[in-house]
């Protein structure tokens, strides 16, 4: 009986020393000295969804008129931007913008839909990557044109084919058939390339929280890098996970990966480094599918891109390029909201000047050459999106990442367990470089998220309901806010 009191009376003592807090110590932050976009548009989004519910009420015929007189004077003013090169400064890109957001709501409305809306998107978004090759992409009106052009027409876009039938969503689209010389594979509808880099979104929870903690919130959180064999053809997927590391993945296990998109980005054919070396995306790739298969990098939890010890996702692919010349991201990655910031500190980021996803679509060195979604989890993107846009704002009121203190001990003894894991080259419960308290943190916040989402999904299951649409984003954003105070 002694013994067993004595056992009990040892795990006891063990128990509330394992409950004591590691002192976090002084914070180290790399951070921006900028300001986040804000649209600042509501009342331009109520007025388009005023316009759609009003064209469901006109005739097909009348709808249609409607719709090809848009159509014209939008192609017009299309002739024009793609007759020239225009400076971020011009007013044309918000003439080019306004004109598709006035069309973009009658198309929705509409019962059969031409796929106009996303060829006039293609060309608009390649003449802006055209134009943007002679921009200071460092000035502010450079990042905002872009973000406003190319972020704002895919959200309208967006929006049309989830109000589509399903068959007319538009799954794959084919944006600019940029040359090279690398072997290829078909991957969905799209043609890849040795050297491409395919920036995508992750059903985590996390994955919400990178796309949308930018201060150019975007669409995507994850960045690959493509190597194809020259000999097999067999592709890889070169990419940094937070449970392993730097890593290589098969195609299957690439798409298997929970994707809501992918967007295929290639280094432009007339770099003056292409021009010298064509195949050199061929060699970019085959040099980093090495340094994965040769060593072990673990997972750059600080997001510190100047640091190739350890690597996070972005990191993968400008280090390949930038070890034969080329720097991507040629403009930094910011992130200036406290509230994110201390958010994401609490997972471990330090750098707030980076290399995000989502601001690779916005980097001249690059072509968009395709993109892929699927209509099934596209509206789960949206969902996702606006519940993490309104626990932004919470965050930015304040309020911080707790965690259950009474889960510390057994935290601290998975990661010892993990740890040990780690050190026989395997993957642990608690990712390697990440603490019991952190992983608690991040369980926190995935919970809090998914209650979250439970509730803003309700809403959106009862607006559809009643009114016989998909809840446009902005109304998801306001059901996510109001269920934060319930």
Request: proline letters at 4%.
């Amino acid at each position: 009986m002694k013994k067993i009191y004595l056992l009990v009376k040892i795990v006891v003592v063990l128990y509330m020393l394992l409950l004591i807090p590691l002192p976090e110590g002084k914070k180290e932050f790399h951070k921006a000295s900028r300001t986040p976009f804000t649209w600042n548009q509501d009342s331009l989004w109520k007025n388009l969804e005023d316009t759609f519910l009003m064209a469901k009420r006109l005739s097909p015929v009348k709808l249609d008129a409607l719709v090809e007189q848009m159509r014209a004077d939008a192609d017009v003013l299309l002739a024009k931007y793609e007759d020239s090169i225009y400076a971020p400064t011009r007013k044309i890109h918000d003439s080019i913008a306004h004109q598709f957001f006035r069309i973009a709501p009658l198309i929705a409305a509409q019962d059969k839909k031409s796929d106009w809306y996303i060829r006039y998107y293609n060309a608009v978004r390649h003449q802006l990557k055209m134009d943007s090759r002679y921009w200071d992409m460092s000035t502010l009106s450079a990042r905002n044109t872009s973000y406003k052009v190319l972020y704002g027409l895919r959200a309208a876009v967006e929006e049309i084919l989830l109000q589509s039938h399903t068959d007319e969503f538009i799954a794959t689209m084919r944006v600019a058939d940029e040359p090279s010389v690398t072997p290829a594979i078909d991957m969905l509808g799209i043609t890849v390339h040795s050297g491409d880099l395919l920036v995508s979104r992750g059903g985590a929870e996390v994955s919400a929280f990178i796309s949308r903690g930018n201060d150019y919130p975007g669409n995507f959180s994850h960045v690959a890098l493509v190597h194809i064999d020259k000999d097999t053809h067999t592709p890889y997927f070169i990419e940094a996970h937070i449970e392993k590391g730097v890593a290589i993945a098969s195609l299957d296990q690439y798409l298997k990966d929970k994707k809501l998109r992918f967007m295929v980005m290639r280094p432009r054919f007339d770099l003056p480094e292409m021009q010298l070396n064509p195949v050199l995306p061929y060699e970019v790739s085959e040099y980093m599918y090495k340094e994965a298969q040769n060593k072990h990098i673990p997972y750059d939890f600080k997001m510190d891109y100047h640091d190739a010890s350890a690597m996070f996702c972005s990191e993968v692919g400008s280090y390949a390029y930038k070890h034969y010349g080329i720097q991507l991201w040629e403009f930094q990655s910011t992130i200036s909201s406290d509230g994110i910031i201390d958010w994401l500190n609490a997972f471990g980021v330090q750098h707030f000047v980076t290399q995000m996803p989502s601001d690779l679509e916005y980097d001249p060195m690059l072509s968009v050459v395709g993109e892929w979604r699927d209509k099934e989890v596209l509206f789960q993107d949206h969902v996702d999106n606006a519940v993490m846009d309104a626990l932004i704002g919470l965050a930015n009121t304040g309020e911080e990442l707790g965690y259950n203190l009474w889960a510390l001990p057994l935290g601290r003894g998975i990661k010892a367990y993990s740890a040990v894991l780690n050190s026989f080259g395997k993957d642990g419960v608690i990712p390697e470089g990440m603490d019991a308290t952190t992983a608690l943190k991040n369980n926190y916040f995935v919970n809090r998220f998914q209650r979250l989402k439970s509730k803003t999904l309700q809403k959106a299951e009862l607006f559809q309901n009643e009114n016989g649409y998909l809840p446009p984003y902005w109304q998801l954003v306001r059901f996510a806010e109001a269920s934060l105070v319930k």
